[in-house]
């Protein structure tokens, strides 16, 4: 029974072969297509500089508080001479003037 389905669709297909005239086209070219060109967007890494922090480092000073006084100023006197004995018969006297010492 299968044999004869066989035998059967095999004469089907071999007599639709023969007779078939297509009214239309049968060849069919496909439009010509070419694809996009495409580049890669250029790319650069970005710059990073670095520069490692700089840490100056001083030793500690050490401080010793000195008391410094100015020198001690003093007045003296100096001899400067003697009067001019003057009117009325004043004799004369010994004349001192102050001086700013340092």
């Given at each position: 029974?299968?044999?004869?389905?066989?035998?059967?669709l095999?004469?089907i297909a071999?007599?639709?072969?023969?007779d078939?005239?297509?009214s239309?086209?049968?060849?069919?070219?496909?439009?010509?297509?070419?694809?996009?060109?495409?580049?890669?967007?250029?790319?650069?890494?970005?710059?990073?500089?670095?520069s490692?922090?700089?840490?100056?480092?001083?030793a500690?000073?050490?401080?010793k508080?000195?008391?410094?006084y100015?020198?001690?100023?003093y007045?003296t006197?100096?001899?400067?001479?003697?009067?001019?004995?003057?009117?009325?018969?004043?004799?004369?006297v010994?004349?001192?003037k102050?001086?700013?010492?340092?």
């Open positions: 029974m299968k044999f004869l389905m066989l035998i059967a095999v004469a071999a007599a639709d072969d023969y078939y005239s297509p239309y086209k049968t060849s069919y070219s496909a439009p010509s297509y070419s694809a996009p060109s495409y580049s890669a967007p250029s790319y650069s890494a970005p710059s990073y500089s670095y490692a922090p700089s840490y100056s480092y001083s500690p000073t050490y401080r508080t000195v008391l410094v100015p020198p001690p100023h007045e006197v100096e001899y400067a001479g003697y009067t001019h004995g003057g009117k009325k018969g004043k004799k004369a010994p004349v001192y102050a001086v700013s010492k340092y």
